[in-house]
Structures are given as C-alpha cells and as structure tokens.
C-alpha cells in the first residue's frame, strides 16, 4: 500500500468519524442489556479514554490481558502511535524515533523509573554495538507488558529529560484483575529467508487473598533471521593514474580519474547476516493494599537476550582492493570500462583484484535486572504522600567475536550500481572453488558495557480544595555507564597468503546472493594457534571509558481540575529544578583521563485541557526540557577504525565531555474528537526550538597528526595514511515543526456484516534542520544545514480491523519517508535510509470462551532497507531484505 492510499484511506475515515451516527454505539444500553465490545477493539477504546482524561499530550496502547498485545515486538507497535517511526535490525523493530527526534531524545521508564539497555546489531552501517542513550525495544517480548504511554508533552512532576518525549512501560500487578487470573499461549514462529520453526511461549498467574496479591510472568523465544543482500562499506574520492586504466575507457573518463575529482565505492560486497535470538523475560509483582489510604508495590524484572550471529561477506576487499587509489607501482589493478554519472563511478570493471570472504561468528547477551517499590500513603483526606526507589541495570558482552579472512588473488571484478533496486557484481571465477581461497587474516574481540541506575523519588499532594491541589517533590538519580573492548588481529597475508586445508573452508549455509568459500573459525583458529583469549591486550584506544551523571531535582506544581464559563478544563503549571554533576573517566591513547562538568537550570511547564463539548477537548501545552548528549559523544576517550583503502585509510571518532545538554522550549496545541467509543478524530501541531544541539566536526587528516598510536593501522598504512576524523560539538542550535492527525472509526453504522469493519491510523509531517561542520580547521571549512538526523519528514500508518465475537482480522501499513543517519563522511554530504513501507498482519479464531487460535504476518511485502550516503549523488550503501515472518499458534485463559 502507497502512502497516497494511506493518506486517502484516513482522509476517507475522518470524514465518516465526523458524520452524526444514529443507533447504538460501540457501548451503548439496549434495554437491560449492556453491549461490551472486546479484543482489539476493546484495547483501541480503553488506549483513547486513557488519552481524553489526561491534561497532556499522549498515546497509549493497551492490552487486555497478557500474551495480547497487538503486535510481537513493543517497537512494531508503537509504530501505530501518532508521530512515533521504528527503526529495524534482523527483521524486527529495535528503537523509536518521536516526532522527528532520535532514538537519543526519548526517555523510557519501565514502572515508573528511567531505564536503558545495551544491545547490538550485526551490522556495523547501523550502528553495531548500542553504547546509547537510546532504549532497545527488542530487549523485551512484548507480552510481558500491558500498557505502553507515550507522553508527548512535558509537565513539572515528570523527571526531565527527552526533549521528544517520554514512554512509560508498564507491567501486569495482580490488583489489575479481579481475582484469580491465569494465561498460557504457545507459537511457532518461521521467516521466509530461513527454514526452522522456533518456539514463542508465554504464561502468567495471578491471584489475590484480602490486601495480598500476587503475580509472576515469564516469556520465552527463539527466532531464526536471515538479512542479505549487497553493501558498499563507503564512497571516497580516488585517483587512477594512466598506467591503471585500460583501453576501453574513454580518453574524458581518464582525465577524471587521473585527477581524483570521482567518487568510488568501497569493497562493492554481497553480505549475509544471519541471527539465531534468544529472549527470555520474568515479570514479578506483588502488591499490598489493606485499604485504599494506603498500599505498597514491588515490582520485578529480569530480561536476557542472547544473540548467535554469523556474518558472511564476498568484499573486494583484498591486498589489491576496490576501495581506494590505484597510482602506484605496487597495484595490480587495471580498470577494464566504467560508466560515469556526475562525478560518481557509478559502474566499473578491473582486472587484477584480490577478494576477501569474511566470517564473523559472535555471541552476545544482555541481562537486564529490574527492582522498583511503589508507596503511597494518605496522610489526611487532603494530604497525600508517595514515594518510590528502585534499581535497574543492564549488562552487555560480546565474549566470542571471531572472524577469518580468506583472500582469491588477480580476478576480474565489475560492479554495477546504477539502479540502487538491483546492485549487482561479476566475478570471473566460480565463488565456490576451495583451490581459490587461501588465509588472508584472523580478528578477534570481546566486549562488555554495563548501564546502572539508581532511582529515589518522594512527592506530595496537598488538596487546597475540590478543584486546586498543589504537588510538590524531590528526586535522586545516579546514572552510570562503563565499557571496554579488546581487539587483536594477525596478518597472514604477508608476504603471501597462508595456504590452509579445504577441511577448514566452506559455503555460506543461508540464503545469500551469491555463495562463497569462507573459513570455518572453530577450526582454523586452532590451526594458526591464534590465542582466542585477549585479556592480556590493553583494552582498545577509545572504548575504556565511564560515564556517571548525579542529579537532584525538585519540583513544584499547581492542578486544577474546576469549569469555567460552563465548560471543563483541566491543567497544571509548574517549575522543575535539577542540578547534574558529571564525571566522564577514561584511556585517551592509553592514559587515565578525567573530566567533571557541572550544570543546572529551572524548567518551566503548563498544560490545559478544555472539554469545549461533550465531545471535543482541547490541549495546549509549553514548557522548557532538556536531553543530555550521547554517551559516546561524552566519551573522554576516541576510536579508530581501519580499512584497505589506500586514500582514506579509516575514520577517527573521538567525544567531547563538556558538550552542553540540549535545551528545549516546546509549544503545541491540539483539538480531539470523540464520538462515544465508535469514533475518534484528532488534529494537533508542536513547535521545539532548541538549543546547543550537537553537531559533529569533520574533517580529513593525517593518522599522525592526531596522536593516536601506529600500533592500529594495517600493514600498508602510515602516519601520513589520510583519516576522516570528527568529534561532536555544540551547534548554534535547531528547531522542529510539525503536524499530526489521527483518527479512529467503527463501521457500525454499515448493514451486516459490514458493521465488523473498523479503521485507524495517523499521519505526522514534521521538519526541522540543523548545521554540519565539514573539512573544520581547514581553509576549506563549510557548514551544510540538513534535515534533523533520524527526522523523516512523512510518516503514517493505517490499520483496517474486522472483529466479531468468534473471529478478527487486521491489516497495517506504516510507513516512514527518508531520513539521515548521519553527516557522511570521505566527502560525502550526510548519509540516510530511504523510504519505507512495512506491511502486517494478524488474526484470531475464538475455539471456546478461554481458547483462542491466532495467526500473524510481519513484514508482508519483504520491504527492502536501502541505505545511501550524499543527501545529492544518493550513493548506494546497502539494500538488503530479511525475509517475511509468520507466527502460528494458541492462547488459553483459566
């Protein structure tokens, strides 16, 4: 489905939302009989009264019971959520973006305390290894969960923090329930890129005797992905000098590349990856509450996720390589034809190539502990006190990070990436032959990050009359986040490969483009000796470093709740302070550093809602927020990574601990219609002016002049090896504006069996820039303004349900318009994803009152993810698909 058939299909629906129904609503009294509408729908209308009462702008989803939430992942479904887009990794949803802003500039609180998790992807285009601020919703089955609030809009009482919003998580507590309450629900899982059916179970039971309840949960999973597809690792300007370039290419084409003004891909590369997952998640709750003046709540959590990844890759990427210059006596390769389009080398053939298979088999889990105790006590009728400590922490590590590097020397190599739909190379050899392949490298790492947060909250609310309360508070919070990694690498390509066994070597055993000979780590480590064991290796020039943020806040604010001039409104106006005192330690080219830095500030905040009718509301809201930099751009500490090109050798990143936080005034109004539980039609706008948002600084330089040791580099790399080097920095600031509108409508005003029907969706148009520093230090200096990064312009999403009380079925579509990622780099102006459209299914058959049969679609279309670099030329980097995913199975209730 096209975005325009989105657009058309919510235009359509809230045109029939705003039409005066006549008959019964969704839940109306016919007689003595009351008509209470159940399942997806049900959750629909709990989710906006959720929203009608509130003061604020926000978003719920709701589930009524666990093991049915309306999608697998927490991240699939907050997709449908007014102004929230996903990103995806290994065929799921993985973090949020919110209204335009990063994954970086949303909080996320799990029972009421702030939260983070640490995982990875297997690919390093997206990011790698998530050493963030940014939550990661694949951590957790999204069954374990019964109500996910996304507030938009920013009051005093809240903890500050997340300039885009706030998403608040929520587990089941047996107070939820009535009384004895048990659930047990049993799935298949399968995707069309992989042939196994992997195991997806969930349970819960729950009961209460007198003020005593209790509740556990567990859910478990495994899943088989397969993503592939092509990757380019970068685009760089090169230099072919005469000697290199063959006769069939043109004498205008020769003059270019001899004067190094075209931009060429690096290592043009078919790429594999293929995850085996592991999720495994255990929910406790406990609650105590002899009367309704005062109650206790312990909340537990524990959640791992486990990760078997093997990574293949065919690279141009040998000794003599497709990623770079080719001017010097030593290069073999010859440029046989090309085609040329701007200044980009769109096309190409070379004689002379060397290629490199790669395997990469890594292991990594996160464990994830969670502790929060919930009191409220009433100290008088007009009174009241809460409080609230909690504990969570998050510990990542990669202990297995092995990976062989097979080289097939002086072959013929084309690439073609003129349609960035159908990349494509040619090799002429079989891929497949072992006699090729010889040992060119052996690379091993081990990683370990750990995220701690301390919480202690103490809030009071004082009722001055029927209509005005005044609650005031104080907070603590400790924030700490540590890493390392070790990495060791050993060339055995010098001064000839190593001839190994074809014992050692073999095909990629998933779906791939093209198959090749790799190596097999498990056996050709031990063959080499290679000591898989790095903990006698100093830890990797800028991964050791610790981050620790203290802060004390304290608030006050004022509520009213009264009718003015007949009409209901709700609000409240307060001002929140928070001091934060920052300590970032570290290994900065191998010596301890540490950096303090101290802030504070007051933040300002006002919400109304004003009920103009029986069925619209009003809101307006303003207040002042902020979000703390990245953690990585606090780093004390850089990174260095290397590759083979011999005219830009790699890229140096390095943080920057005095970088300001990110500061926000905020303003948006919206006005919401409700038509009983049938209908709901809301429009809204958001402004965010903000400053001292960081922007990076990018430049080219020499390895040696930035001081980092020799010891990193490859073999043919030198002090005076090209680098492309940036650090973050705060900018002149940015601003974000944008639009959202939704709506949500029951058919029932359609004959049978028409009136099942129902539709929801949302579309948001938001945009807002920001400026880049490009060559800084340089006379060449520049600053290029581009969109927001992570910011899609468009994003929508449609779901058109059918529900009876034996069986329903949905359709979604959402879709997310282009976005960058990044400034680029090597030259090229910013780097991005293009447009998405995902399209999923689901759908149940009610066998008897407890026994439930359920089916769901993922990703129905197989939507490819393309990602390019320069926001003008749109450099392929990578297309890859991951498959559509089925879940089958069973849900029983006692």
Do not use: C
Request: glycine share 8%.
């Amino acid at each position: 489905m096209s975005l325009g058939k989105t657009v058309w299909m919510m235009t359509t629906a809230m045109t029939v939302a705003l039409v005066p129904l006549a008959g019964a609503s969704a839940e109306d009294s016919v007689g003595n009989e009351t008509i209470t509408v159940t399942g997806y729908r049900a959750s629909l209308e709990k989710a906006f009264e959720l929203k009608r009462n509130a003061v604020g702008s926000q978003d719920s989803i709701v589930a009524e019971d666990i093991a049915a939430f309306p999608d697998l992942n927490l991240a699939e479904s907050m997709q449908r959520i007014p102004g929230v887009a996903i990103t995806r990794d290994a065929g799921e949803g993985r973090q949020i973006v919110l209204r335009g802003l990063g994954p970086d500039f949303t909080r996320t609180q799990l029972n009421g305390m702030e939260v983070l998790t640490n995982t990875a992807s297997g690919m390093d285009n997206r990011g790698n290894i998530s050493r963030t601020r940014a939550f990661d919703f694949s951590m957790f089955a999204s069954e374990l969960f019964n109500r996910v609030t996304v507030q938009k809009s920013w009051a005093a009482d809240q903890d500050e923090g997340g300039i885009a919003g706030t998403v608040e998580l929520a587990t089941a507590k047996p107070f939820d329930y009535d009384g004895f309450k048990a659930v047990v629900s049993a799935k298949g899982m399968t995707n069309t890129n992989e042939v196994s059916v992997t195991p997806r179970i969930v349970g819960m039971i729950s009961d209460r005797s007198g003020p005593f309840g209790a509740l556990i949960s567990a859910a478990y999973s495994t899943n088989d992905s397969n993503e592939y597809g092509y990757r380019n690792w970068g685009w760089g300007q090169i230099k072919v000098d005469s000697a290199h370039i063959g006769p069939g290419v043109s004498a205008a084409d020769s003059a270019q590349l001899q004067n190094g003004s075209l931009f060429s891909p690096q290592a043009v590369t078919y790429s594999t990856w293929y995850t085996h997952r592991e999720r495994l998640g255990l929910t406790g709750a406990f609650q105590y509450q002899p009367s309704d003046q005062f109650g206790i709540d312990l909340d537990l959590l524990y959640g791992r996720l486990t990760n078997h990844r093997d990574d293949y890759a065919l690279a141009a990427a040998g000794t003599n390589a497709i990623s770079g210059n080719v001017n010097t006596p030593a290069n073999t390769q010859v440029l046989i034809s090309d085609t040329i389009q701007g200044n980009t080398l769109v096309a190409a053939k070379y004689s002379g190539v060397d290629l490199r298979s790669e395997r990469n088999a890594m292991n990594d889990t996160t464990n994830f502990y969670e502790a929060t105790l919930n009191g409220h006590y009433d100290i008088s009728n007009a009174f009241k006190a809460k409080a609230m400590v909690g504990y969570s922490r998050s510990e990542y590590a990669l202990p297995v990070f092995d990976k062989v590097f097979m080289e097939a020397k002086n072959h013929t190599v084309g690439y073609d990436n003129r349609d960035e739909d159908n990349p494509s190379n040619s090799y002429d050899f079989d891929t497949t032959d072992p006699s090729q392949w010889s040992l060119m490298r052996l690379d091993a790492q081990e990683t370990g990050i750990v995220s701690d947060y301390d919480n202690a909250k103490l809030d009071f609310d004082w009722a001055v009359d029927s209509a005005s309360h005044i609650t005031f508070g104080a907070s603590y919070k400790k924030f700490l986040n540590r890493g390392w990694n070790r990495n060791n690498k050993i060339f055995y390509n010098v001064p000839t490969d190593t001839a190994i066994p074809d014992s050692d070597k073999g095909t990629v055993p998933h779906d791939t483009t093209l198959n090749y000979i790799v190596g097999n780590p498990d056996t050709v480590f031990p063959l080499m000796g290679f000591n898989r064991d790095l903990s006698y290796l100093p830890t990797t020039g800028g991964t050791d470093y610790a981050v620790v943020e203290k802060t004390l806040a304290g608030y006050v604010q004022y509520d009213l709740n009264t009718v003015v001039l007949g009409l209901p409104l709700r609000a409240n106006a307060g001002v929140r302070y928070f001091s934060t005192d920052l300590l970032s330690a570290g290994l900065a080219n191998g010596t301890p550093v540490a950096i303090t830095h101290h802030y504070n500030s007051f933040l300002p905040a006002a919400n109304i809602a004003l009920d103009v009718s029986d069925d619209v509301v009003a809101r307006f809201s303003i207040n002042r927020n902020l979000s703390r930099p990245a953690l990585t751009d606090l780093a004390v500490a850089g990174s260095v990574s290397t590759t083979s090109s011999n005219s830009i050798g790699g890229s140096i990143s390095a943080g920057n601990p005095n970088l300001k936080p990110f500061m926000a005034d905020s303003i948006e109004a919206s006005l919401d219609y409700y038509q009983g539980n049938s209908g709901y039609a809301s429009i809204g706008a958001f402004y965010k002016n903000m400053e001292d948002m960081s922007t990076s600084e990018n430049s080219v330089v020499t390895y040696g002049s930035t001081g980092y040791p020799l010891s990193l580099l490859q073999p043919t790399q030198s002090a005076n090896t090209l680098f492309n080097y940036s650090r973050p920095v705060n900018g002149r600031g940015a601003h974000i504006a944008g639009i959202e509108a939704a709506v949500k409508k029951d058919f029932d005003f359609l004959p049978a069996p028409f009136d099942k029907f129902g539709v929801t969706g949302n579309v948001t148009y938001a945009d807002g820039n920001n400026g880049v520093i490009y060559n800084y230090g340089t006379a060449s200096q520049f600053t290029q303004r581009l969109p927001l990064f992570n910011l899609s312009k468009f994003s929508a999403n449609v779901t058109l349900y059918y529900e009876t009380d034996s069986w329903g079925a949905r359709i979604s579509e959402a879709h997310r318009s282009r976005y960058l990622t990044d400034g680029g780099s090597g030259g090229n102006i910013g780097s991005g994803i293009e447009p998405t459209d995902n399209v999923d299914f689901a759908a149940h058959y009610n066998l008897s009152d407890n026994l439930k049969l359920v089916v769901e679609g993922i990703n129905l279309t197989n939507q490819p993810i393309i990602q390019y670099t320069d926001v003008s030329a749109k450099r392929l980097l990578v297309n890859t698909t991951s498959g559509q995913t089925f879940t089958f199975g069973v849900t029983y209730e006692f």
